[in-house]
């Protein structure tokens, strides 16, 4: 339905597919991205159609080189997209300011998806204030519809400012559900050549155009369709909305039932606001309420225009009466709605989707950590890891980095993290690290990353720990998959977006190209790669371990699954001697407890056929067969 | 408390470990490392076999020695005594490879040959990843069942491998009813508490523990450092006069030795392996040294001893020295004595430096209260 010409046709879509159709609509000729959640599966979907509509989509090694790409398309004047989640933003931050003081030909969007509450990321940080950094106009959609409407508008924008457009989104956003009607596809439009003359340059000379672009930017917004207003034309309640701030607004204002006192001004034109239409609605109001997603980004800026324009007004919103941070819901806004237009409230208030949230009221959904998959070789290499380190008297220290490893410091990877901070920061952070030890520092550095964070920005990282002759162990957990964002092509991965064959880069080349001594083994061999890490944490200098084994959702989907099963006769239980080791302490979810025989069990649906249990049961209990009945593997004694 | 905080924070952190290995081996929490004893993965039991196994957790030593030994034969310094010798193997090839007269060596032979034990749980020097087995690094436990294969763990690292974790996991196999186990005074103490079943329901089947030949042990070294003396084959520490060690032919100066000394050999007790069927150390007569290089002698305390050492009287196994006259042999009697009440003191002082009370020997303070300064 993304690809399909019927203009005026309404078809209910994902907000991510929503940007999808929006891009086609705005006849782009070029996208890339790098895979972050919520907005993983935007370009995916792009690279499935990109051959048949006539334009190129890429997954790039990092958010920069995605941008980057993006601006070398513009040049030919051709539209581009790109999208990226809100650390993937703060990783184009200079790509973007410097991009922003040259402009840009054809029309460029950057769409950054937010993840108020960290679904699915480390942080809920806030896109939006980098367009202000960046001098840039930011929007951001309240509804699925407007979201495909403003990805043209804002690639026609881009063009009209040169200049390129930020586009915030949350998660709701991207996953929620919602009719759009559709658009026009349009003809593509033809490059245009690069004359000798022509120049896209970033210099400081042209901050003044830069300021220039965001005025015309602003008086296109005073205007924009994307702000509107519902309610009373007077009211003296006034509650300004971003994002999906509006809808949560109108639903909440009619379960109180108040909509008739309050009016609602919606803003989809984040920066540079829309100032003389905010005025004109604050001078009308004795009070507002700001409901946004995260920071009180659009309450500061509307505070300033009152005090700027001496209009006496009380503004309250993320600084008061809704919660500071974490993502807004039914609950929360309701209950600020209620305090805001004076209507009792005898509920008690409710985290931002935390415990005592209603919604989840009735619904017995059981406490889950975070956990790797059934049979995840990340499980194992953390075991390995942590017995390796604890051979040791003084406990090395592990300098983790961004992937589905970053779970590690939860229970499925045994507590294994001491440090975590963004891509490409474990291996650069145990560099400096590691240095200490030649000054009377003395544990054992080990930094980690995946196979994808490697190509992202570990490189550089890698390069400075040689050149500074690092004394670390670096391990490179490679399961041949961005698994975390769901199994977008990668540099080492052999494929791209639109599904060509392309050479895969072997990491264990590229750090050997580089002088690196490098070892391979198998996270599933416990007690040799045990051996082999212990060694190289004992061997001085910087040591390269590439752990090799695919990650088990896509092996799962080529092996053929091994059974595995539990000898009750032989299961310990938790009698002394094991202690529930497979359920308690592996924590793989096929392995599980069984209440009624008192025993271990294998969860039939969840396993994988690893069989890396039965190496590790203290009973030698866990059973593998081969899928023809042999049996495959003893299991260990311990 | 878990079991294994309790054995962490009453035994580990407080340098007590002796890192025998009585607590492994049965489960996959304990394990050992390079002469170190660690938890890998925290187990969530309170009542665990490891901490009841402990030789260095507080328990009442009488009462132990009392349920296994008769009273009438426990001297207070040296424990149950029935009888003490001179001896030495009588099989020069026997000889060659031991620290002193190779009696432990040619009395497990014996007992694996006739019966008297069906496999012994042995520390074979430099036996972890060398397939050789020989020299003194990275020594470890090994279960025998082949009379020849006794000879090859003959002599000492002088490291204490985490041999118990060896019996254990013979035990929790039951293939063998009637095992032998050969150690360091910390490793028969915690057989005699293995067997004096602490954990009704869960014994590892501590029955089949067949006989316990005891090691005499000043104090053992530490893995890390080991290495800077390089390998060899034979080590001895010589009487104290000497202060040194040999290794083959190289001779070092104690000074180099005693630092790496294993701390908790300082909070040890017991220097003649009171808990066992026979024990075994280097002679040291009141003749000297030089008179006695290359024989052992042999405490029995047990009437199970006793049948083995008549035995290899009569095949001619060992061959035994006399002390001289009467007085000479209460002379040796002394100096053994003497010494062995020398490692309780210091043990004592130790302790008492470390602590409010004794510690793991609170529960004996009766039979300490005599070194207490």
Redesign the interface.
């Known amino acids: 339905m993304t690809t399909k010409n019927e203009p005026g046709k309404t078809y209910l879509m994902q907000g991510n597919e929503a940007i999808v159709r929006g891009a086609l609509e705005g006849g782009i000729h070029f996208a890339s991205s790098y895979p972050g959640s919520p907005s993983s599966q935007v370009l995916g979907m792009l690279g499935h159609i990109a051959e048949k509509m006539g334009f190129r989509a890429e997954w790039s090694t990092n958010e920069t080189t995605a941008l980057q790409s993006c601006m070398g398309a513009s040049f030919a004047n051709a539209r581009s997209i790109c999208i990226v989640k809100q650390n993937g933003l703060l990783v184009q931050s200079d790509t973007i300011h410097c991009g922003a003081l040259g402009g840009i030909k054809g029309g460029l969007v950057i769409v950054s998806s937010d993840d108020p509450d960290s679904h699915s990321s480390t942080n809920e940080f806030d896109s939006r204030h980098l367009a202000i950094s960046a001098n840039i106009p930011l929007l951001e959609p309240a509804t699925v519809q407007e979201t495909k409407d403003m990805i043209p508008y804002a690639l026609e924008l881009s063009e009209e400012l040169e200049q390129m457009i930020l586009v915030r989104v949350t998660t709701r956003i991207c996953h929620g559900r919602g009719g759009v009607k559709l658009g026009e596809l349009p003809e593509k439009r033809p490059f245009t050549p690069i004359g000798e003359w022509d120049r896209m340059v970033g210099i400081n000379w042209l901050h003044s155009f830069l300021l220039e672009k965001l005025e015309r930017a602003r008086g296109a917004f005073e205007v924009s369709e994307f702000n509107h207003y519902n309610g009373q034309e007077d009211a003296k309640k006034l509650i300004i909305t971003g994002g999906t701030g509006m809808k949560y607004t109108l639903d909440a204002l009619e379960d109180i039932g108040i909509q008739d006192e309050v009016g609602v001004l919606s803003l989809g034109t984040l920066w540079p606001l829309p100032e003389k239409l905010i005025c004109e609605y604050l001078r009308k109001a004795e009070k507002v309420l700001v409901v946004e997603e995260v920071d009180p980004f659009l309450e500061e800026h509307i505070a300033a225009i009152a005090g700027k324009y001496q209009i006496p007004v009380e503004i309250c919103g993320r600084a008061d009466i809704l919660p500071k941070i974490g993502e807004l819901n039914p609950e929360v806004v309701t209950k600020a709605l209620k305090e805001f237009a004076g209507v009792a409230d005898d509920a008690k208030a409710p985290a931002c989707g935390g415990e005592g949230c209603p919604a989840a009221e009735g619904l017995a959904i059981p406490e889950r950590e975070l956990t790797f998959c059934a049979g995840c070789p990340h499980r194992a290499s953390f075991f390995i890891l942590?017995?390796a380190l604890?051979?040791e008297?003084n406990h090395g220290v592990v300098m983790g980095d961004i992937g589905c490893y970053t779970m590690a410091g939860q229970r499925a990877g045994?507590y294994g993290y001491h440090f975590m901070s963004c891509m490409g920061s474990g291996i650069s952070a145990a560099e400096g690290l590691g240095q200490l030890t030649n000054y009377g520092f003395d544990q054992p550095v080990v930094s980690l990353c995946g196979d994808s964070t490697f190509f992202h920005t570990v490189v550089p990282g890698l390069i400075n720990a040689k050149m500074n002759n690092a004394n670390i162990l670096h391990i490179v957990l490679d399961n041949s998959a961005t698994a975390m964002t769901g199994f977008q092509p990668h540099p080492g991965t052999g494929e791209t977006a639109m599904g060509y064959e392309t050479e895969k880069i072997s990491i264990q080349a590229l750090c050997e190209s580089l002088g690196c001594r490098v070892w391979t083994a198998d996270p599933f061999d416990v007690e040799e790669t045990t051996q082999l890490i212990?060694d190289l944490i004992r061997t001085k200098g910087l040591k390269v371990l590439i752990l090799l084994q695919p990650c088990a959702t896509l092996a799962a989907k080529t092996r053929e699954k091994k059974k595995v099963w539990v000898d009750t006769d032989k299961c310990r239980g938790?009698?002394?001697?094991?202690?529930r080791?497979c359920s308690?302490?592996w924590g793989c979810p096929g392995n599980v407890w069984d209440f009624e025989k008192d025993c271990a069990a294998i969860d039939e649906v969840v396993c994988v056929g690893c069989g890396v249990c039965a190496k590790?049961c203290?009973a030698g209990a866990i059973q593998v067969e081969e899928p023809d009945g042999a049996k495959a593997e003893k299991g260990g004694?311990? | 408390m878990l079991?294994i905080l309790e054995l962490e924070r009453k035994v580990v952190k407080t340098d007590l470990c002796t890192n025998c290995g009585a607590c492994q081996g049965?489960?996959?929490?304990w394990?050992s490392?390079?002469g170190?004893t660690?938890?890998?993965?925290?187990?969530?039991?309170k009542?665990?076999?490891c901490k009841y196994f402990c030789p260095r957790m507080p328990a009442d030593l009488d009462a132990l020695m009392g349920k296994f030994f008769n009273a009438a034969d426990v001297i207070p310094q040296l424990g149950p005594v029935k009888e003490l010798y001179l001896t030495r193997a009588a099989d020069p090839e026997i000889r060659a490879n031991a620290q002193h007269g190779g009696t432990v060596t040619a009395l497990v032979e014996l007992a694996l040959a006739e019966g008297f034990i069906d496999a012994a749980v042995l520390s074979k020097a430099g036996a972890a990843g060398e397939a050789d087995g020989s020299g003194t690094l990275d020594p470890a436990g090994c279960l025998v069942t082949d009379p020849a294969e006794v000879r090859k763990c003959g002599g000492s690292s002088f490291q204490i491998p985490p041999t118990m974790a060896v019996l254990n996991?013979a035990l929790?196999d039951d293939v063998y009813k009637n095992i032998g186990v050969v150690g360091t005074p910390c490793k028969t103490l915690a057989a005699y508490k293995m067997m004096a079943k602490p954990?009704e329901d869960?014994e590892?089947n501590a029955d089949n523990i067949g006989m316990v030949f005891g090691l005499f042990c000043g104090w053992g070294l530490d893995w890390k450092g080991m290495e800077a003396f390089g390998d060899g084959a034979h080590v001895d520490i010589l009487p104290s006069k000497y202060h040194r060690m040999d290794l083959d032919d190289k001779q070092i100066d104690l000074d180099e030795v005693l630092p790496l000394v294993r701390k908790n050999c300082n909070y040890c007790y017991d220097m003649t392996a009171e808990f066992a069927d026979l024990s075994v150390g280097g002679a040291r007569s009141s003749e000297g040294w030089d008179v006695d290089k290359g024989w052992n002698q042999l405490i029995v305390r047990s009437e199970k001893g006793q049948k083995l050492v008549e035995l290899a009287r009569e095949k001619g196994v060992l061959e035994f020295r006399s002390f001289g006259d009467a007085d000479a042999k209460a002379a040796a009697f002394d100096k053994l004595k003497k010494a062995a009440a020398s490692k309780k003191a210091k043990a004592v002082e130790a302790l008492l430096e470390q602590g409010s009370d004794l510690g793991y020997l609170e529960p004996s303070r009766k039979a300490f209260e005599e070194y207490i300064k």
């Open positions: 942590k017995q604890r051979r008297g045994q212990t938790d009698n002394c001697g094991c202690d080791y308690r302490v590790i203290p004694e311990a | 079991s049965m489960c996959p929490y394990r490392y390079e170190r660690f938890v890998d993965y925290e187990c969530d039991r009542e665990g076999r996991e929790k954990f869960n590892n």
